[in-house]
């Protein structure tokens, strides 16, 4: 995973706090799907879902795919 990706979405949990949680779900699926086409034909849109668990954010991402796209070799 990009290293921006991961910085933006900290970016958007911490910053963005006077949000609602559905708002930065939002944001995390525009954020996402774009890579995520790069691998995979989407079925469906990707769900990205919030819940607040022992003062922890825990989000789930949930995607539907026709077919993982063909690439290279992928080193272990």
Request: with cysteine.
């Amino acid at each position: 995973m990009d290293y921006r990706i991961a910085n933006r979405i900290n970016y958007i949990l911490d910053k963005d706090k006077m949000s609602s949680p559905q708002e930065v779900c939002k944001v995390i699926q525009d954020e996402i799907k774009p890579i995520i086409e790069n691998y995979i034909s989407l079925q469906n849109d990707i769900k990205v879902r919030f819940k607040k668990e022992n003062n922890k954010n825990i989000f789930f991402v949930e995607i539907e795919a026709e077919r993982i796209k063909p690439f290279g070799y992928i080193p272990y």
